[in-house]
């Protein structure tokens, strides 16, 4: 398996831009988590998704961020409008049945 | 709330130096503890899950160890290439959504 993938690695973006980032989790596994990393706060959880459905959204900053999951593939996470204090590494992780975490290889967003 | 405190933030260690990184928590009902290896760049990769105290695991120079407070890391006879973040996460049995909490995590530099 290839493991958690995301994509794009890297976005730079000015203020006000949408920014999408994507993740596609391993196959099979049913739990799917949004994170996302900072020097000052760590690993901050946005948003988890059970069977493609969202559980808890209570970390998702505000109105400005959204997360969907279509279908057991596939997820996005977009910010519309973004800011600059939205720059950080965004992780996406999959599991089975709540188990150990695969972590995908994060997204490195600065938004200028 | 669950609450997960790492100690130290960092350690400097030369090779061969053994030590114990820390991780505390707080949580009601613990359903399992997990450490995570993150090197620069990258996502966190699963090493160790404990599930309750007096539970011990090991992976060549690392054992982890838990206790009804916290677990410890011990790195023995540390190796250049053991030099990243490690990262402590807790899941609570209540609830049921078994969503992890991480700690900031302890960076780990393995001088030659």
């Known amino acids: 398996d290839a493991g958690v993938i995301q994509s794009p690695r890297h976005e730079v973006t000015e203020m006000g831009q949408e920014v999408t980032l994507r993740c596609k989790p391993i196959?099979?596994?049913?739990?799917l988590f949004w994170y996302r990393q900072t020097m000052m706060r760590g690993l901050e959880l946005l948003i988890y998704f059970n069977n493609n459905v969202p559980i808890d959204d209570s970390g998702m900053p505000e109105d400005r961020f959204s997360a969907k999951m279509p279908n057991a593939s596939f997820s996005t996470l977009k910010i519309q409008p973004s800011e600059p204090r939205d720059s950080a590494v965004y992780f996406c992780?999959?599991?089975?049945?709540?188990?150990?975490?695969?972590f995908g290889s994060g997204t490195q967003l600065s938004v200028l | 709330e669950d609450q997960v405190t790492q100690s130290p933030e960092a350690l400097r260690l030369q090779e061969g130096e053994s030590s114990s990184l820390n991780c505390s928590y707080t949580v009601s009902g613990l359903r399992g503890l997990f450490w995570y290896r993150q090197d620069p760049g990258k996502g966190p990769e699963f090493l160790f899950t404990?599930?309750?105290a007096g539970e011990e695991k090991e992976k060549e120079r690392l054992k982890a160890t838990l206790t009804k407070k916290e677990s410890f890391l011990h790195i023995t006879a540390p190796k250049p290439e053991d030099s990243a973040t490690y990262l402590c996460?807790?899941?609570?049995?209540?609830?049921?959504?078994?969503?992890?909490?991480f700690g900031r995590g302890t960076s780990l530099i393995v001088h030659p």
């Open positions: 196959s099979g596994h049913n739990s």
């Open positions: 992780a999959s599991s089975f049945s709540n188990e150990k975490l695969f």
């Open positions: 404990l599930y309750s």
């Open positions: 996460a807790v899941q609570a049995a209540s609830g049921g959504s078994y969503i992890p909490t």
